[in-house]
């Protein structure tokens, strides 16, 4: 079964950028559509975009246009990358099968300062 690691995370200021990394152990993930997801304190988790194994992609709204998800096939290794940061983008970001497939790893801390 595929294991996700994610990483990346870090304080940047308002209108800054970040890339976040979900690298794949155990299997590989040409087969996988893989989601993005964020939780935000006091908030539920919510769903940031997704890469799928034919190469479509899908966002939410709020992030449209300022992130993209790029895959990496030969490092097994699904990125996020974060343009024109808020400081409400402020959450623990995760990495998981779109639906949810996978036990939730430890998550990744972006934090956005105005």
């Known amino acids: 079964q595929v294991q996700l690691v994610e990483s990346g995370g870090g304080l940047v200021q308002a209108g800054g950028s970040l890339r976040l990394s979900c690298a794949a152990s155990?299997?590989?993930?040409?087969?996988?559509?893989i989601g993005w997801f964020r939780q935000a304190p006091g908030k539920e988790r919510e769903f940031v975009a997704a890469?799928?194994?034919?190469?479509?992609?899908s966002y939410a709204d709020s992030v449209k246009s300022r992130f993209t998800i790029p895959r990496d096939n030969v490092k097994n290794t699904v990125y996020l990358q974060m343009h024109s940061l808020k400081p409400e983008n402020t959450a623990v970001y995760y990495c998981?099968?779109?639906?949810?497939?996978?036990?939730w790893g430890q998550g990744t801390q972006v934090t956005v300062s105005s």
């Open positions: 998981n099968t779109r639906s949810v497939s996978l036990a």
């Open positions: 155990g299997r590989t993930l040409n087969s996988h559509t």
């Open positions: 890469f799928s194994w034919s190469g479509d992609t």
